[in-house]
């Protein structure tokens, strides 16, 4: 595996010749998810384990396996594989809450943290109650009206994907309320979409190609078309903060790339 790995990654930086420069991130053997925020990093692997990157080194956070993690302003939090229970990491643990369970949670938008259910149902957690969520008692989930399979929020708004690969988006999200979230629907197709902090958008389609939303602002928080982000292997996940992409291939491997 080390061997293909390496031979892998040398055809990356041979091909390479976009605008991100790629490069072999702190390895992590089997990497299936990673996600960026306030300058952390977390990755999770093909087995459900959480790893903390700490320098060049990947730390295994816990023993309990989860289907997603998130990190951001709302802190970590992630989903289970055992019954798609939703976890908030506080004072070196995971604790499990009560309350609606997830499929995928994100934790990158304002303070908020969204979700969407098994059923597809996406939900949004207010800041003040994700903020002071201690680790009792049952957290309460506001309905976003929309059937969604992967949601992600950042500093214009959220977006997301529905089982059919289409793509949304809602500025009207609120953080404090989880209210007035209209939704328009984006031109293209994907199977997750991931924001940075700073409003930045990212999608994966579903034979693994990579774009980024060009022309995001404060005056067109949907941006105006989608750019190609060449990479020389298919993409399963990304996530992307302060600079930094970073890239999970379908292979496992995983990629920092700046620009």
């Known amino acids: 595996m080390r061997a293909v790995a390496a031979f892998l990654l040398v055809l990356c930086y041979l091909a390479v010749t976009h605008a991100w420069r790629c490069s072999e991130g702190p390895r992590l053997y089997n990497a299936r998810q990673i996600d ?10 093909t087995s459900g384990y959480v790893y903390f990157l700490i320098g060049s080194s990947w730390h295994r956070m816990t023993t309990i396996r989860f289907n997603h993690a998130s990190i951001g302003p709302a802190g970590l939090w992630a989903t289970s594989t055992s019954g798609n229970r939703v976890y908030k990491y506080i004072a070196g643990n995971f604790a499990v809450s009560s309350g609606l369970s997830m499929r ?21 957690l207010r800041s003040d109650l994700a903020s002071s969520y201690k680790g009792s008692g049952s957290l309460s989930w506001s309905n976003l009206s929309r059937v969604l399979k992967y949601i992600s929020c950042g500093k214009y708004g959220c977006w997301g994907t529905d089982t059919s690969h289409r793509i949304y988006f809602s500025q009207t999200l609120s953080p404090t309320t989880c209210g007035n979230s209209r939704w328009s629907q984006i031109s293209g197709s994907a199977v997750m979409v991931e924001v940075g902090t700073d409003g930045s958008v990212f999608v994966v389609n579903s ?52 620009h």
């Open 36 to 45: 960026a925020g306030q300058g952390k990093v977390i990755a999770r692997d």
């Open 104 to 124: 995928q949670v994100d934790a990158g938008g304002n303070g908020q943290v969204v979700g969407v259910t098994s059923s597809s149902a996406a939900y949004c």
């Open 207 to 258: 034979s693994g190609q990579l774009y980024q939303r060009s022309g995001i602002s404060s005056r067109s928080p949907q941006g105006t078309s989608w750019t190609t982000v060449s990479m020389c292997m298919p993409v399963r996940h990304v996530s992307y903060d302060l600079g930094n992409l970073w890239v999970v291939t379908t292979s496992g491997l995983l990629m920092k790339c700046t």
